[in-house]
């Protein structure tokens, strides 16, 4: 098993920028690569920004330029930096780590951040 609890979410206007941490406990040595995933009312959950064990990253093109994702492996911990937000960042922020023990993978989830982006 591994939890996760994320933090850092909250209003912001447009142009501003927030933080959301990801903090994984439990089996995390069996952890792959996390990531943050986000949902907005009445759309599909949809991938933000992904980090391996390798630091090797992903970012969807909406997130490109913008946002960055980062861990710190001391803390088991995982960020989202995002800059330059806009209305349609609006969403809850979910994080997530893929775990592979023997052979077989799973996702865990947290119980999500919300974001909101308005004047």
């Known amino acids: 098993q591994v939890q996760l609890v994320e933090s850092g979410g909250g209003l912001v206007q447009p142009g501003g920028s927030l933080r959301l941490s990801c903090a994984a406990s439990?089996?995390?040595?069996?952890?792959?690569?996390m990531g943050w995933y986000r949902q907005a009312p009445g759309k599909q959950r949809e991938l933000v920004a992904t980090?391996?064990?390798?630091?090797?990253?992903n970012y969807a093109d909406s997130a490109k330029g913008r946002f960055t994702i980062s861990r710190d492996n001391a803390k088991n911990t995982v960020y989202l930096q995002m800059n330059s937000l806009k209305p349609e960042d609006t969403a809850v922020y979910y994080c997530?780590?893929?775990?592979?023990?023997?052979?077989?993978?799973?996702?865990?989830w947290g119980q999500g951040t919300q974001v909101t982006v308005s004047s």
């Open positions: 997530n780590a893929v775990v592979m023990e023997f052979a077989i993978t799973y996702d865990y």
């Open positions: 439990g089996r995390i040595f069996s952890i792959r690569a």
């Open positions: 980090i391996t064990n390798g630091g090797s990253t």
